[in-house]
């Protein structure tokens, strides 16, 4: 069984930076791309960024230019530093890694940007 443990969320005043962490565990065959969403209250859940195996990257226009995703193809462990951080960052921050056939989510990490 596959698992995924994300790390690192919190509250942090606007302008600030934190460093998500998703590790996943069990036998996991190939993992084509990892990925970052996040799902504030009352909206639906976006991409916020995204990585494939070949280290090529994807991100939200609202993001761009402040996060940057990155990933340890050893550890199966993807990460998203978030620098600049604004109050509309707050959401639930979710993890994901796919394969062929499969799909697996973390259970997400509460971000909170607020002075």
């Known amino acids: 069984q596959v698992q995924l443990v994300e790390s690192g969320g919190g509250l942090v005043q606007p302008g600030g930076s934190l460093r998500l962490s998703c590790a996943a565990s069990?036998?996991?065959?190939?993992?084509?791309?990892m990925a970052w969403y996040r799902q504030a209250p009352g909206k639906q859940r976006e991409l916020v960024a995204l990585i494939t195996s070949g280290g090529s990257t994807n991100y939200a226009d609202s993001v761009k230019g402040r996060f940057t995703i990155s990933r340890d193809n050893a550890k199966h462990t993807v990460y998203l530093q978030m620098n600049s951080l604004k109050p509309e960052d707050t959401a639930v921050y979710s993890c994901t890694i796919e394969g062929y056939r499969y799909q697996y989510w973390g259970q997400g990490t509460q971000v909170a940007v607020s002075s």
């Open positions: 069990g036998t996991i065959f190939s993992i084509h791309a």
